[in-house]
Nanobody, 123 residues
Framework: VQLQASGGGLVQAGGSLRLSCADS????????VGWFRQAPGKEREFVAA????????TYTDSVRGRFTISRDNTKNTVYLQMDSLKPEDTAVYYC?????????????????WGQGTLVTVSS
C-alpha cells in the first residue's frame, strides 16, 4: 500500500472541497481507510472512516452531516467530500489504510499513512 492524498486548498467558509486518497500500488481494496487531520498546535484527530466494501462509515461528531467518505475500489481511491466548511476545519488532512478490512477511530488501527494535504478555510 502506498497512499497519496490530494485535493486540499484554500476555500471560504461555507464552501466545499473533495479530498482523494489513491493507492498507487493498487492493493488497499481489502483495507478499511480513514481520514485524520492535524491543525496547527493540536494533536492529530480522527475525521472519518470507511470499511473495505464501503458499506460502513464512521464520522467524528464535528463533521457528521457535512463530510461524506466514500470509496471506489475499481479506482483504488477513497474520497472525502467536505461541504459547509468552517474555519475550524483548517488542518493537514491525512488518509490511512487500516490493518484490517474494518477501520476504527484510533490511529493505532492504521498501518499505512499518506503524506497529507493542507485544507485552509478562511472566514
Amino acid at each position: 500500500v502506498q497512499l497519496q492524498a490530494s485535493g486540499g486548498g484554500l476555500v471560504q467558509a461555507g464552501g466545499s472541497l473533495r479530498l482523494s486518497c489513491a493507492d498507487s500500488k493498487r492493493t488497499f481494496s481489502n483495507n478499511g481507510v480513514g481520514w485524520f487531520r492535524q491543525a496547527p498546535g493540536k494533536e492529530r484527530e480522527f475525521v472519518a472512516a470507511i470499511n473495505w466494501r464501503g458499506g460502513d462509515t464512521t464520522y467524528t461528531d464535528s463533521v457528521r452531516g457535512r463530510f461524506t467518505i466514500s470509496r471506489d475500489n475499481t479506482k483504488n481511491t477513497v474520497y472525502l467530500q467536505m461541504d459547509s466548511l468552517k474555519p475550524e476545519d483548517t488542518a493537514v488532512y491525512y488518509c490511512a489504510a487500516a490493518r484490517s478490512s474494518f477501520a476504527g477511530t484510533s490511529s493505532a488501527s492504521y498501518r499505512y499513512w499518506g503524506q497529507g494535504t493542507l485544507v485552509t478555510v478562511s472566514s
